[in-house]
């Protein structure tokens, strides 16, 4: 038996030394053959190259501030994320926290272009409490196609004959509404309850259901605007953002929209509309900026904040 086993060893120990002096590229050795190794090479350089194609892509298709990133999530968690994101506390913001309800502002204040990431509900509110207002808006274009959409069937409400007679010549609409539709603009108005001041115009039939595609981002954010044909069938829409309950130095009524009273924390909280109570209490308490919008939204969903 040892005769055999120090055979073996020998035959072992000469294959080895074999192997070391080829390269280490003998069947069996520590190393692949030449042919082997470019094979195996080329396969490694391909893996990697489709590896780093694959992170561009996911780089391209997911980064910090993409419009819309987490709008998909809905608004109570796009707003429980946009808290948390800057280390503020969200109870503290329910419960009227000065040194959380700063730390959000600030953060946003100092990096506005994060704001894109959420619904554009949430968005444009970030950028009313923080003050930066439009500043490095960005829609996505799911949300550009929607808003041309919705005027686009306005459009073809207001301008049916009998419609339009009626809503030109009834006497319970504002003054300023038949001079903007003699010049061709379009009233865009979400049906139910509108955040922001703006137009209440002929009853159901001449505003749109907001629980129908990315209207659900609409409501709360343009809310209710005029929509001016522009040039390449575009619309341009100029708007202000601000809120009928807020302080009389935001641009409010003074607290005179009594329907509006702040819902205390945890209320708020356990309400139907959780964000929007919050953001109510947020703006009753005086946080915020009122802003201006200058949109042009295109035919392909595009929208170009000016």
Do not use: C
Not at 30 to 48: D, H, I, M, N, Y
Not at 118 to 128: A, E, I, Q, V
């Amino acid at each position: 038996m040892d005769i055999f086993q120090n055979l073996l060893n020998t035959v072992r120990a000469k294959y080895k030394e074999a192997d070391r002096a080829t390269g280490g590229w003998l069947p069996g050795g520590g190393v692949a053959s030449p042919l082997t190794r470019a094979k195996q090479e080329g396969e490694r350089k391909l893996a990697q190259q489709h590896q780093q194609s694959i992170d561009r892509q996911s780089a391209k298709d997911d980064y910090v501030g993409k419009p819309g990133r987490f709008a998909g999530q809905g608004q109570f968690l796009n707003a429980l994320r946009a808290i948390t994101t800057t280390g503020a506390n969200p109870i503290g913001i329910m419960q009227g926290n000065k040194t959380d309800i700063k730390k959000t502002a600030e953060y946003y204040k100092q990096f506005p272009d994060v704001t894109n990431e959420y619904d554009l509900n949430t968005n444009m509110f970030l950028r009313y409490l923080s003050g930066v207002g439009s500043e490095g808006l960005q829609i996505p274009q799911n949300v550009g196609t929607q808003i041309y959409q919705d005027i686009k069937e306005q459009e073809k409400k207001i301008m049916d004959p009998a419609t339009r007679e009626n809503v030109l010549n009834s006497p319970y609409n504002p003054a300023y509404i038949k001079p903007n539709l003699l010049k061709g603009n379009v009233p865009v108005y979400y049906l139910g309850q509108s955040e922001t001041k703006g137009l209440r115009i002929g009853g159901p039939g001449l505003t749109l259901v907001k629980d129908i595609g990315e209207r659900k981002q609409l409501d709360r954010s343009l809310g209710s605007y005029w929509a001016e044909p522009g040039e390449n069938e575009s619309y341009e829409i100029k708007d202000r953002y601000n809120f009928g309950y807020a302080p009389k130095n935001k641009e409010g009524f003074g607290g005179s929209l009594t329907r509006f009273n702040p819902t205390p924390g945890f209320a708020a909280l356990i309400s139907p509309d959780p964000a929007a109570q919050l953001g109510r209490n947020l703006v009753k308490a005086g946080y915020g900026t009122p802003y201006s919008t200058n949109l042009q939204v295109r035919p392909d969903g595009q929208v170009v904040v000016r």
